[in-house]
Structure formats: C-alpha cells, structure tokens
C-alpha cells in the first residue's frame, strides 16, 4: 500500500506546478493520494516548482561527472594491473616449480639423456650434466626469487 501511495505521489509529483494533490484517509486508516477532492476531510498540497538550475550548479554536475569517470576508469586500469600482476605470480610461480623439478631429477637422476637428431637416447657426458645441472640451478635462482 505505502509503495502504491509513493507511486501516485511520484505521478502527481510530474504535473503542472498549479495542480493541486489530495491527501484523503479512508474509514480503515489508509492514505490515499489523489488529483481530485475526496469525500470528507482531505488535505491539499500545492507542489511547489522545481528550483532553476544555474550555470556554477551545471558546471559543478559536469566537474563531478567527469571526476567520477576519471575515477572509475583508473579504478579499472588498476584492477586490469592488479589481474596482470597476479597471473604474472601465478606464472613465475609455475616456472619456478618446473625448474626445481628438473634440477631435482638433474641431482638425483642416476643417468640423463638427450634425444638426439635420428631420435635416440644419447646419455651425458659428465661435463654436460655439470652443464646442465648449472642451467637448471641458474633457471631456479632466476624464477624463484
């Protein structure tokens, strides 16, 4: 019922400004608002104009609305930044753990391999495993700062 009298008030409240509006109660006690006299008692509102907008009033809506705008965009640019950096994380983090892995196999594997150009299994010399074990802890120093 009140949803229904705020309604009607915000209808009434659109008309000419020499609109009267009525404000009647029924025998239960309910408000009702109305553009015609009511039977019995009723109250009369006369709307008043709305106030004239001035030039400071506009340029002040404008100033607002562009800082809001500014506002909002530097609010998505840093939420876009905040998205960038935290899939940055998530990749160094990935990395981070391959590269252990592989320095862990490198450590404790008893033989490594490469496959060479015809597809075999050609396994490392010393040297080169001491090579490849420098890499692998250089790629950990690296991701995983």
């Known amino acids: 019922m009140?949803?229904?009298?705020?309604?009607?008030?915000?209808?009434?409240?659109?008309?000419?400004?020499?609109?009267?509006?009525?404000k009647c109660t029924d025998p239960q006690?309910?408000?009702?608002?109305?553009?015609?006299?009511?039977?019995?008692?009723?109250?009369v509102f006369t709307p008043r104009a709305a106030p004239k907008v001035d030039a400071d009033s506009a340029q002040r809506r404008d100033k607002t609305?562009?800082?809001?705008?500014a506002y909002s965009e530097e609010q998505a640019e840093e939420e876009q930044?905040?998205?960038r950096q935290q899939l940055e994380q998530q990749q160094r983090e990935s990395k981070c753990a391959s590269a252990r892995n592989r320095l862990d196999q490198y450590l404790h594997a008893s033989r490594i391999y490469r496959?060479?150009?015809?597809?075999?299994?050609?396994?490392?010399?010393?040297?080169e495993r001491?090579?490849?074990?420098?890499r692998a802890?250089?790629?950990?120093?690296f991701w995983c700062k």
């Open 2 to 22: 009140k949803r229904y009298c705020l309604y009607t008030l915000c209808l009434l409240a659109g008309a000419p400004a020499a609109a009267e509006i009525y």
């Open 29 to 43: 006690g309910a408000v009702h608002y109305t553009d015609e006299p009511c039977a019995g008692e009723s109250t």
């Open 65 to 69: 609305r562009r800082l809001l705008r």
């Open 81 to 83: 930044a905040a998205a």
């Open 115 to 127: 496959i060479d150009q015809d597809g075999k299994q050609v396994n490392l010399s010393a040297e």
């Open 130 to 134: 001491a090579q490849s074990t420098g």
């Open 137 to 141: 802890r250089k790629e950990v120093e």
